[in-house]
């Protein structure tokens, strides 16, 4: 088993707690030593109780789903002879009820670009690439939310 360590820390600096008039601004802070001003969404609770320039819960979970899919796939291009110069992805991830009628996060869309150093891989193979690296991708396997990939 391996385990992973985030400190989640937010103060209430005075603020009207019990009138829900207080920030949701916190941090994020991670064994590394990197600290992220994180929030509620403004979707969520409005501004000025959010910070719209910090990473919100919901953001931080596709950006996961997508980082994973990235660093998997990257290794397999590797591992099969391929160079990749740039992999962008524009995920997207889709909030609305689920089937037990509760707010949850039902999908997200990964759409990866890639940039290779030479020829690209045959369609078959590039997404049998996307494939393997979906399927080995822990943070989509942990989630109830249809994860696709839209690759070209």
């Known amino acids: 088993m391996q385990q992973f360590?985030?400190?989640?820390?937010?103060?209430?600096?005075?603020?009207?707690?019990?009138?829900?008039r207080y920030s949701r601004g916190h941090a994020w802070q991670f064994d590394g030593g990197l600290t992220v001003p994180a929030s509620s969404s403004p979707l969520s609770v409005p501004l000025p109780m959010s910070i719209a320039a910090n990473v919100d819960p919901e953001e931080a979970l596709v950006a996961a789903t997508s980082s994973c899919h990235m660093l998997f796939f990257l290794s397999l291009a590797a591992q099969r002879g391929h160079v990749i110069d740039d992999y962008r992805d524009q995920a997207v991830g889709e909030l609305?009820?689920?089937?037990?009628?509760?707010?949850?996060?039902?999908?997200?869309?990964?759409?990866?670009?890639?940039?290779?150093?030479?020829?690209?891989?045959?369609?078959?193979?590039?997404?049998?690439?996307h494939h393997d690296a979906h399927e080995r991708c822990y943070i989509a396997s942990s989630l109830k939310a249809d994860v696709v990939v839209e690759a070209p």
């Open 5 to 20: 360590f985030a400190t989640v820390a937010w103060q209430r600096d005075g603020q009207d707690f019990a009138g829900q």
């Open 96 to 129: 609305s009820r689920n089937g037990d009628g509760k707010l949850a996060m039902t999908r997200i869309v990964l759409r990866p670009r890639v940039q290779w150093a030479g020829d690209a891989p045959a369609a078959e193979a590039l997404a049998a690439l």
